[in-house]
């Protein structure tokens, strides 16, 4: 590990010794304070360029969903490996931690020492990881929204939401934001929000956001137990739909109906499947890989009337490019 040029203080865990062996090395622990004031949307996207590209021809590992000790709680391990790197990733869910002034949602990459098979450093990368999340949805929507596409209709109020909105404004000329809560208060938050960010945005019904939207993102924590954020029939042709909201099994936004009348495509067929949007899509959609549109191997909108579906559920590479990004303009290497 070396650090070159004026970069921001890093914090080692534990003294390093004499130095003289790979396994004596400090732990180097990059604080969330540090990540977030050096993350933006140009690096997230640049790395999901990567991270997406490096899916055609890498090994992407499935990620994996489970609860803490308190059913309540849960976290995802997303592992990960390059050619040169590897690591994994723990986002964690605590819906109780506002009680201590504290955001439900935080996430923490841990890297390889890839000599000695030790962890070399640890990310605290909450702030970043609501950044790659949206990155996805961006790229996405570059790929495949259509170019004059301007209506942006995003239905959750919640961590994520605002993040999502700011990605997407900036790969498409959006004029209008039309935001769907689960109460008109929260809606009405969430709009206050994007205004104060100069975004022309207004609360809305479902149905209206489905007929007017060119590009539909849905970031909630809704499940089975509940309906369908919105019924199939309302989607009008040639709408892209970013599902950011899937990512364990047991969670749903879409009505499957919706598939039927969608190209779709997702970050890992595999894992979309078991715990993405698709989980609930009938056995004979074909999922796309997003990097294979990428990279040009496969079609992405084949016609202006096309309805198409972006499942993500967030894969590790996506963590691991990012966070390789964060280090170089820290001038870290490992």
Known sequence: MTTTGSSPDLVPASSAGSGQERGASSLLHITEEQTAALVNEELAL????AAFAATVDGTVFPSLAVHGSDPRNRFT???????THAGVKIGTYWPGNPQHGLPRHHSTLLLFDQTIGRIAAVLEVGTANAYRTAAADALAVDLLARPEAATLAVFGTGHQAAYEVRAVSRIRAIGEILVVGRTAERARQMVA???ADGHDARAVGAEEACAR?????TVTTAGTDTPPLFQADWVRPGTHISCMGADAPGKRE???????????????????????????????????????????HAAGRRDASDVTIFDSSGIGLQDLYLGLALLERMDVSL
């Open 46 to 49: 640049e790395a999901a360029r």
């Open 77 to 83: 391990l997303k592992p990960s490996a390059s050619a």
């Open 193 to 195: 929000v994007l205004a």
């Open 213 to 217: 939207a060119d590009v539909i993102v």
């Open 254 to 296: 879409l009505a499957p109906e919706l598939f039927g009348r969608a190209t779709v495509f997702c970050d890992l067929p595999e894992q979309a499947r078991r715990m993405g949007e698709s989980q609930h899509a009938p056995a004979d959609t074909i999922l796309t890989p997003l990097g294979e549109v990428l990279l040009g």
